[in-house]
């Protein structure tokens, strides 16, 4: 960053911030015992040196130790209050040889921002303090409650985090208008033919359940095969199943962002978008044609994992795989399972879940016309007015599956205009943020709170 940005910046201090949050090491790991507490426990007792006006402001609760509650109480106790959500853990670093600036180093290099949580997703905790920390400066008061809601585990599921924030919720009787979290990105150069950024809302998510596989067989030599086999009869259930793939269905989040990607659409695109329902059979053909856009319009299923004998020349008396589900909203775990038993049955193969109690279901789909879009589609009209505002289904799982009772509507973005190739650095070497897309991101903040 020069001087003069620096000058100029409506937010000159957030980037040594979020810089001292990143140099915090809060790797999150299903193994509780592998998490170095120092990381986590040194992030929260450094936030209040960070962002004093806040935390003199409003309230802040603990559910857990990797939850962080603030209310910022609102003058009109008739509106319904919004959540805002992020996480502080992060992934591990991968390998280190592949950064060009170490993974929590929080270095500025060139007016840009590097570490683990730069994209994913420290970014937004440390936009929506500075954005409250300056409207608090203004002497800005809500009228409507606004919660900030931090967890510390979404990277392994939540449950510590947002999980506990939510029970918390729940137990105090909070039902929230709406809910924003996490999500699609402002996306640059997804579709070659939209002429604006499109900004991804996500308004659903689908579901996830990882499932096993059974064939049985007689075991014994495998110097005398019988015709039929446990592996063999796996394999055959396998590929049944990857022959006879979901039906393609056109939810209403597609119809929304058809319907509206069709405003900012050239012919033909113009007509085939705001016509779905006619033009159904052309869309279901083209976005089953690659496996992103095809993941749109069905549930869809992976086989990850095999096993069968554990010795060359035993047969197998049992043989398994796992397959990797992402049921699409409308439909669930149980009619999933019901439809892939159906067609493995032939083979002597039962499907049935692999973890107990692990088993997401999709969301539901929140409206575009529910105030909370509204709300953000205008601070981003205000933060980044050539972004064109999309509703999307979001394929990834958020910490907002644990909010699902405490919200009416659930939004999920990331203020963040991104390309592809930003977008692989998520997870990977070498994440990074501009400071000025970082700035922008807080005034998304700003303008949200502000108009709340
Ligand atoms: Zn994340």
Redesign the pocket.
Known sequence: MTSLEAKTSAFPGLAKKLSRLIQFATVSSYTVTDEVEEGFSGLIDELPLLFPKLHRALKLEKPSDRALLYTWKGSDPSLAPAILCA?FDVVPEGNSQDWEQGAFSGAIVDGQLWGRGSQ??KVLMASIMEAAEQLLDQGFKPRRTILFAFGGD??VGGTRGAGAIARHLAEKGVRASFLVD?GGPISIGMLSFAPRPLALVGVAEKGYADLLVTTKGKGGHASMPPKDSATVNLAKAIVAMQNKPFPARITGTLKAFLRRLSMISAQPYRFLFRFAGLTAPFIKAAFSATPTTNALIRSTVACTMLKGSPKENVLAEKAQATLNVRILPGESSVSVIDRLNALAAPFGAEVKVKHEGQVVEASNESSTEHEGWGYIEHALSLSHPEAFCLPFLFSAA?DTKHYRDIAEAIYRFTALPQSQEDLARVHAANERVKISDLERCASFYTNLIGSL
């Open positions: 996480h994913d997703i979404e990277e996490e958020t």
